[in-house]
Nanobody, 118 residues
Framework: QVQLVESGGGLVQPGGSLRLSCAASGSGFRFWLYAMSWYRQAPGKERELVAHISDAGDITNYEDSVKGRFTISRDNAKGTVYLHMNSLKPEDTAVYYC?????????WGRGTQVTVSS
C-alpha cells in the first residue's frame, strides 16, 4: 500500500509563490517506477489535473491555466514530488492532492489547502 503525504500549502497573496511537496512511502513501493500527478479541487468544483510527471522526470504536462507559472519536479532518491507555484492567482485557491496509480490501484494523499487572497 502506498501512502502519500502532501505539505507546503498555506495562505499567500496574489502574485506570490508556494512550493508543495508530496512524500511517498510504503512497503516495497518503488517510487522511481511510477508517474506522479498533482490535482486540485476548488469549492463547488470537480477535481482537476494540474500537472503530471513521468517516472524518470523527463516528461511533464500541465493544465492550460497553470502553464508558465507552475513547475512539477521529483526527487527519486527522496521519494518526493514537488509543485512549484509562482504568480499565484485567487483562482488557484483549492485543496491540492498528490496522486499515483498502478495496475489495479490508485492512491491519493489527504491534500493540502492553498489559499490565494489579499
Amino acid at each position: 500500500q502506498v501512502q502519500l503525504v502532501e505539505s507546503g500549502g498555506g495562505l499567500v497573496q496574489p502574485g506570490g509563490s508556494l512550493r508543495l511537496s508530496c512524500a511517498a512511502s510504503g512497503s516495497g513501493f518503488r517510487f522511481w517506477l511510477y508517474a506522479m500527478s498533482w490535482y486540485r479541487q476548488a469549492p463547488g468544483k470537480e477535481r482537476e489535473l494540474v500537472a503530471h510527471i513521468s517516472d524518470a522526470g523527463d516528461i511533464t504536462n500541465y493544465e492550460d491555466s497553470v502553464k508558465g507559472r507552475f513547475t512539477i519536479s521529483r526527487d527519486n532518491a527522496k521519494g518526493t514530488v514537488y509543485l512549484h507555484m509562482n504568480s499565484l492567482k485567487p483562482e488557484d485557491t483549492a485543496v491540492y492532492y498528490c496522486n499515483t496509480k498502478g495496475t489495479g490501484w490508485i492512491s491519493w494523499g489527504r491534500g493540502t489547502q492553498v489559499t490565494v487572497s489579499s
